[in-house]
């Protein structure tokens, strides 16, 4: 079976430039989450959305944003990038909104 | 926002040992999970914990869902070179649906 799997998996931006990052959930899971980890933390949250509805936003700005597609696929948008926004995003598939969560492999972007 | 702390920060062991580490927050949860993350790669879901003083194994991993709810641990016994990588504890309250993570703990083996 396959596991989440997100795209790209490298990605070199510069300043102020939109990029749109790809998650595929877990055949049969409805709930995808969004975190974003710098280097030496933890995840952070950012994003949960289930059933196509935004379940939970983090601390983020407004520049970050999310959609979830039929097929329960989704997209993470983050736009006027910033040097900080350079990170790790991982996406993680659950069956449901309080279930545990299963990450995929991330996209590392790089702002400069 | 949300703080999990993780003890200890880092650790180097012998092959063979035995590992503790632990979790602790500020706030009550309802479910905890263990990961474990390698360099460059996304986490690995090694246990989860549903309820108040549970204890559950997964081969030679073992974690317990504190009695206050407050906090976590994982024991992995007999280490082996490949028990190596970054292991960090994630909390999920009964409101919200976000799980908030610790500052992760440093496996290092020695063989």
């Known amino acids: 079976d396959a596991g989440v799997t997100q795209s790209p998996t490298h990605l070199i931006k510069t300043r102020g430039q939109q990029v749109t990052l790809r998650c595929s959930p877990i055949?049969?899971?409805?709930?995808v989450s969004w975190y974003q980890q710098v280097l030496g933390q933890g995840p952070q949250f950012i994003f949960q959305?289930?059933?196509?509805?935004?379940?939970g936003r983090g601390n983020f700005p407004d520049r970050f944003s999310a959609r979830q597609f039929p097929n329960y696929s989704s997209e993470l948008n983050v736009n006027a990038l910033l040097l900080g926004d350079s990170a790790l995003y991982l996406c993680a598939s659950s069956t449901g909104t309080n279930t545990e969560a299963f990450f995929g492999q991330g996209t590392r972007l790089t702002v400069v | 926002g949300q703080q999990l702390n993780q003890s200890p920060q880092s650790m180097f062991i012998q092959e063979g040992e035995d590992v503790s580490m632990n979790c602790t927050s500020s706030s009550i949860f309802n479910t905890w999970l263990w990961y474990k993350q390698d360099p460059g790669e996304g986490p690995v879901l090694l246990i989860a914990?549903?309820?108040?003083?549970e204890l559950t194994s997964n081969g030679r991993l073992t974690a317990q869902f504190g009695i206050t709810r407050k906090d976590s641990f994982l024991n992995i016994s007999a280490s082996i070179p490949s028990d190596v990588g970054i292991y960090f504890c994630?909390?999920?309250?009964?409101?919200?649906?976000?799980?908030?993570f610790g500052t992760g703990t440093s496996l290092t083996v020695i063989p």
């Open positions: 055949s049969g899971h409805k709930s």
């Open positions: 994630a909390g999920q309250r009964r409101t919200g649906n976000q799980f908030y």
């Open positions: 914990l549903y309820k108040a003083g």
């Open positions: 959305y289930y059933e196509k509805e935004e379940r």
